[in-house]
T-cell receptor
C-alpha cells in the first residue's frame, strides 16, 4: 500500500514564501501530484513530478526526491486567494495508475 | 465546456434509503473515479473504472456499488444508506497515463453533498 504524510495546517503572511511538505511510503509509483481545493470547491490540479527535481509553474513550484521519499510544494508571493487546502497524491505503479491522496494541508494566508 | 458534471449536488436521505449519484464527463477520458471526502481524511477512493464496462474497488468500497455502461458516465449507488455515508462525494476522470494530457492530472466534478439521517 501507500501512505502520505502532510502537515495539517500551515500559516503565512501575504507576500511571503511557504513550503508544504509531503513524505510518503510506497512500493513504487509513477509520480507525485499536487492539488488545490478552496472551501466548498472541487480539487484542481497544480503540478506533477515524475522525475526528481523542481517543476515550476508561475508562482508555484513542486519538488520531488525519490531517494528521500519526499516532495514539497512551494508557493511564492503569497496572495490571500492562496488560502486553501493542498493535497499531495501518489500515482501508483504496477499498471493501475490510481492516485492515492494525502490528508491535505490547510494553508492560511494572513494580511 | 462542461468537463465533469455530478448530479445531484445535494441530497438528504433517511437511513436505509437507496440512491444513485451520476457522473458525466465530456473529455473522452478512459479513467473515472469516485472519492469521498470527510473532514481531516482527505480524499479516499471508493471505486474506479479504467474503461467502459470495467469497475474495481478502491480503498473504501463497502456499502457502495458502481457501473460504467457508457464511457462518459460513471454511476455510484448506495443500496441502503447509513449515517456513516454522510460525506461529500467527488467524481473525477483522467486520460490513460502516458497517452495524452498532463500526467497525473485528474479532473474533478463540483461534488455531491450527501446527508444520511
Amino acid at each position: 500500500g501507500q501512505s502520505l504524510e502532510q502537515p495539517s495546517e500551515v500559516t503565512a503572511v501575504e507576500g511571503a514564501i511557504v513550503q508544504i511538505n509531503c513524505t510518503y511510503q510506497t512500493s513504487g509509483f509513477y509520480g507525485l501530484s499536487w492539488y488545490q481545493q478552496h472551501d466548498g470547491g472541487a480539487p484542481t490540479f497544480l503540478s506533477y513530478n515524475a522525475l526528481d527535481g523542481l517543476e515550476e509553474t508561475g508562482r508555484f513550484s513542486s519538488f520531488l526526491s525519490r531517494s528521500d521519499s519526499y516532495g514539497y510544494l512551494l508557493l511564492q508571493e503569497l496572495q490571500m486567494k492562496d488560502s486553501a487546502s493542498y493535497f499531495c497524491a501518489l500515482t501508483a505503479s504496477g499498471g493501475s495508475y490510481i492516485p492515492t491522496f494525502g490528508r491535505g494541508t490547510s494553508l492560511i494566508v494572513h494580511p | 465546456n462542461a468537463g465533469v458534471t455530478q448530479t445531484p449536488k445535494f441530497r438528504v436521505l433517511k437511513t436505509g434509503q437507496s440512491m444513485t449519484l451520476l457522473c458525466a464527463q465530456d473529455m473522452n477520458h478512459e479513467y473515472m473515479y469516485w472519492y469521498r471526502q470527510d473532514p481531516g481524511m482527505g480524499l479516499r477512493l471508493i471505486h474506479y473504472s479504467v474503461g467502459e464496462g470495467t469497475t474495481a474497488k478502491g480503498e473504501v468500497p463497502d456499502g457502495y456499488n458502481v457501473s460504467r455502461l457508457k464511457k462518459q458516465n460513471f454511476l455510484l449507488g448506495l443500496e441502503s444508506a447509513a449515517p456513516s455515508q454522510t460525506s461529500v462525494y467527488f467524481c473525477a476522470s483522467s486520460y490513460l497515463p502516458g497517452t495524452s494530457g498532463r500526467a497525473g492530472e485528474l479532473f474533478f466534478g463540483e461534488g455531491s453533498r450527501l446527508t444520511v439521517l
